[in-house]
């Protein structure tokens, strides 16, 4: 709490800025009207404090005061300005408040002598001038009663920020400004009404979640009005909170409106054929495993034979989301039986594919006279490279 007033505005080298600074707690309470404002009901309590020391001003005071005050929020997630469910709101404020207080003085040290401020800048135990007086120093402890407990009406001005964590936990940033109606919280009743501006940084949990504002409430979103409550699809997650809207009535999602995938493999459980399928597996359409010894049955009953290019684009046609190099290893743990076949059962015309020399054509001599094929560094032919597929299926 930071106070402004007429002690404390004539300050000499030896009080710095900061010295008036006091610790301040606050509770508050807020609830959300609708979508442009909030109610907020504070709790202040804390102490005001003021020191000058120069040649023609020597006052001090420090001021406990308990106050409350109602405020009208006006969020910047209202739909206008910004979106609903920010991660970093800013709000202003502006409230009435009731305080009381009472201002005292520290005019005496710890040994009851009362401070005589000198024309040199001392602090001495008697009066200017007097002969036999000493140098002594303020303990800061403010010990005496300046004026009976009095109160006040006040007018908050905020402004702050809201960071939000989660649905239930926030942050708040603030900055309140406090107008007075009286000019004696110093005890100087002079000039204008005292001020004091209250800085905090305080944590809020919602008993309620974000989006639940009670019944008909509405939120901008997207330039429309939208009902918070509204379940198009029925899934028993809100439209705003959906990330899967359309979902078919019946089916079981998860907090965020879309389908369970229970073994996490690409394919929702209504939709699943194989609901428990080993992780990491690659799967069909229906969620079924690929059996490797099918893909290369399929792969070879179904490619045009007179097109590489079609045979590789029936495979991410009928596998999507399925890349080639799957297929690939999928072939290899099919077929690659190095040393069973003997190596006269090759065709003279694919010998040279063979690179290891171990009677069988493996994926990865496949895949080499393909690619070599493509680069031009190959004698096939695409009728050879297509002949030489057929003959790898059949191996």
Same mark, same amino acid.
């Given at each position: 709490?930071?106070?402004? =007033?007429?002690?404390? !505005? ?66 910047? $997630? ?122 905090s940084v305080s944590v809020h949990y919602a008993f309620k979640r974000k989006n639940d504002e009670g019944p008909g ?24 909170? $959906?990330?899967?809207? =359309? ?19 690409? %394919?929702?459980?209504?939709? $699943? ?9 690659? %799967?069909d359409e229906h969620g079924v495993s690929i059996n490797f010894n099918d893909v290369a049955k399929k792969a070879k ?7 590489? !290019? ?49 009677? %069988? ?28 597929? $057929? ?5």
């Amino acid at each position: 709490m930071s106070y402004f =007033g007429n002690v404390g !505005a004539a300050k000499s080298s030896g009080v710095g800025s900061f010295t008036d600074i006091r610790p301040g707690f606050n509770l508050n309470i807020e609830e959300r009207l609708n979508r442009v404002f909030a109610l907020a009901m504070n709790v202040n309590m804390g102490h005001l404090s003021g020191n000058d020391h120069s040649p023609t001003d020597n006052l001090n005071f420090e001021t406990k005061l308990f106050q409350g005050d109602l405020n009208l929020v006006f969020p910047f $997630d209202n739909g206008f300005i910004m979106h609903k469910n920010e991660g970093i709101v800013p709000y202003i404020s502006i409230g009435i408040g009731y305080m009381t207080f009472q201002p005292f003085g520290d005019l005496k040290d710890a040994q009851g002598r009362t401070y005589y401020y000198w024309a040199d800048g001392s602090i001495r135990n008697l009066p200017q001038s007097t002969p036999g007086a000493i140098r002594i120093n303020r303990d800061y402890v403010f010990e005496t009663s300046l004026a009976a407990g009095q109160s006040t009406l006040t007018i908050p001005l905020g402004i702050g920020f809201k960071l939000n964590f989660n649905d239930h936990f926030s942050a708040h940033l603030n900055a309140a400004y406090d107008l007075c109606l009286t000019n004696k919280i110093d005890n100087v009743n002079t000039g204008s009404n005292d001020k004091y501006l209250y800085t905090s940084v305080s944590v809020h949990y919602a008993f309620k979640r974000k989006n639940d504002e009670g019944p008909g409430a509405a939120i901008y979103e997207g330039g429309e009005v939208v009902d918070a409550k509204t379940d198009s699809d029925g899934d028993g997650v809100p439209d705003i909170n $959906d990330q899967c809207p =359309g979902t078919p009535k019946g089916v079981v999602v998860d907090k965020h409106g879309c389908p369970v995938d229970t073994d996490g493999d690409g %394919v929702p459980d209504y939709l $699943d054929k194989e609901p428990n399928t080993p992780k990491g597996t690659p %799967v069909d359409e229906h969620g079924v495993s690929i059996n490797f010894n099918d893909v290369a049955k399929k792969a070879k009953a179904q490619h045009d034979a007179d097109s590489i !290019a079609a045979f590789l684009d029936h495979w991410q046609t009928t596998h999507p989301g399925v890349a080639i190099t799957v297929l690939m290893d999928s072939l290899q743990k099919a077929h690659v039986s190095p040393g069973k076949a003997p190596k006269n059962t090759i065709p003279a015309d694919f010998q040279s594919v063979d690179k290891n020399g171990d009677g %069988v054509i493996s994926v990865a001599e496949l895949n080499q006279a393909i690619d070599d094929f493509f680069n031009g560094s190959s004698d096939l032919t695409v009728d050879k490279i297509n002949k030489l597929i $057929d003959y790898f299926f059949e191996q």
